[in-house]
């Protein structure tokens, strides 16, 4: 077998190198100086993703990135081109790429203790679950630490069943919890199932969502930017979340055994979904609800959690709820990984029925990255700039929205943050998927990095580093105007 050529492909710094022309709008500037690229060439890297990877691991874009290093909120490909992150590795870069404090604690803590597992003690993870616990409210202070938003999942769904001695989960249409097996079945997305047998005593409830769902409108959504739907909903009562309440109960009535239920899931806004809202008031009855009947209420705050939503630190804040459970990852590590369940004391010792345990949970650099993401949270003060900078990003994409048709909403709190693309404004059916391509391939080209989400694809997802300034959003709202107005001038052109 031939040894795999490397090559050194590095074009210095170049901020925006764009191929479009003067015309565009300028990047901000970055004082950090990549590494030059001295890896794999790019066609020899694309033959062993070929060849070597599962074909599961679709890549974005026509000809997907070669990212090559990270500083912030910035990325760069081999050639040392730069681009603004808008999508954070999948919500999951909390703090900023190769955060200099959060990397430091890393390295530190591998110069003194790798891995031992929970076996012994060591002193990270206990300093870490304390300040964990203090972040949380109530009685919310037992922490069990894994390595994923779906490992964090798959063991909520194990606490709710050992603790209330019932088999029957609830969770949301077009909501994402994971791609275990186990939790694949609280995952209500066709797009995200496997057919095998996976959702045994699981039952997916309506999507109580303002924008395509049957009821909600101009009124419904704890956010900066509403719908442009039409609502009859008073300040202070929600007609709408009354509407898909009914319509869980409905659940219970007809679909649990004897009205009883081992627990509902639900993130506090929905990630993979689309960054779709819950009317205001829904999930606080919902969640009467499933206590009245037995359950326990878990908290995805695998994308919403640790300061995103801007007002809050965790997004269930938000509703004026307080789970049984609480999931969180992704965050949490700023890109190691890292994740946890959070629960009471009591649910906690359900689990002391058999042994269990996580060999990577709570390892020693783990936690003390984890810890190193506490702190520059706080003194970065990154959940204010969430809320300030999110919701000056969402009122300027709101502008976007009444300026071309194609943009049928605009939605979110905060830094996470949802476009829906629509052919048609008035059916609000989804974006053609060559048409959205279009849109999402022309950001790239201008340096911009946005996400997609939703069941057919056509949301972009801007879940950025919570590091991001207005100058950043300024460029994005320019890179997206261009992209959208090449968009529309080529239907009209199609259209003659």
């Known amino acids: ?62 000809k997907p990135l070669l990212i090559h290093e990270g500083h912030m909120q910035w ?57 964990l616990a203090d972040k949380m409210p109530g009685d919310l202070k037992v922490v069990y630490f894994v390595n994923s938003g779906s490992e964090a ?63 909600g409108g101009k009124h419904c959504r704890d956010s900066p930017v509403q719908t442009t739907r039409d609502c009859a909903c008073a300040p202070d009562e929600c007609e709408a979340a009354n509407k898909y309440y009914e319509q869980l109960e409905e659940v219970f009535k007809y679909s649990l055994p004897r009205g009883k239920v081992a627990g509902l899931f639900a993130e506090s806004i929905q990630g993979v979904g689309g960054t779709v809202q819950f009317p205001k008031g829904f999930l606080k009855k919902a969640y009467e609800l499933v206590r009245i009947n037995g359950g326990v209420c878990i908290a995805d705050e695998v994308q919403t959690g640790f300061g995103r939503t801007g007002e809050h630190f965790w997004g269930f804040e938000g509703h004026g709820v307080r789970p049984d459970i609480v999931t969180m990852a992704k965050g949490m590590g700023n890109g190691f990984p890292l994740a946890a369940v959070v629960t009471t004391p009591a649910i906690a010792e359900a689990l002391g029925q058999a042994l269990h345990f996580n060999t990577f949970g709570g390892n020693p650099v783990a936690c003390a990255v984890g810890l190193s993401v506490l702190d520059v949270i706080q003194e970065e003060r990154t959940q204010e700039n969430c809320k ?8 300027e994409l709101s502008k976007l929205r009444d300026q071309f048709s194609c943009v ?22 989804p974006m053609n998927n060559k048409h959205f391509m279009d849109v999402w391939e022309d950001c790239k080209n201008m340096g911009v990095l946005i996400g997609r989400g939703a069941l057919n694809g056509n949301v972009l997802r801007i879940k950025p580093p919570m590091c991001i300034n207005k100058e950043d959003v300024d460029y994005s709202i320019a890179v997206l105007r261009k992209a959208l107005q090449t968009h529309t001038e080529k239907a009209k052109r199609q259209a003659s």
């Open 75 to 131: 990325l760069f490909d081999q050639t040392g081109r730069r681009y603004l992150d808008l999508f954070g590795g999948i919500v999951t870069v909390s703090v900023g790429h190769c955060h200099p404090k959060v990397t430091a604690a890393a390295t530190a803590q591998m110069n003194t203790l790798w891995h031992t597992t929970n076996i012994y003690m060591h002193p990270k993870i206990h300093e870490y679950a304390q300040r």
């Open 388 to 395: 300030v900078v999110g919701t000056y990003f969402l009122q």
């Open 1 to 62: 077998m031939a040894t795999l050529r490397r090559a050194s492909l590095f074009l210095v710094g170049r901020p925006g190198c764009h191929r479009h022309g003067s015309s565009l709008p300028k990047m901000p500037a970055c004082s950090h100086v990549p590494k030059p690229y001295t890896g794999l060439n790019y066609d020899e890297m694309s033959a062993v993703r070929e060849k070597h990877l599962v074909p599961c691991l679709k890549s974005y874009y026509k």
């Open 408 to 429: 049928g909403d605009v939605r979110g709190k905060g830094l996470m943050i949802g476009i829906e693309m629509v052919s048609d404004r008035a059916t609000k059916a």
């Open 153 to 215: 999942n798959d063991l909520a769904m194990l606490l709710a069943r050992l603790y209330t001695k019932q088999f029957d989960l609830i969770s949301f249409r077009n909501g994402y919890h994971g791609m275990s097996p186990y939790v694949m079945g609280i995952t209500a997305q066709s797009t995200w199932r496997f057919d095998v047998p996976v959702a045994q005593g699981v039952h997916h409830a309506m999507n109580p969502d303002p924008y395509q769902g049957l009821w």
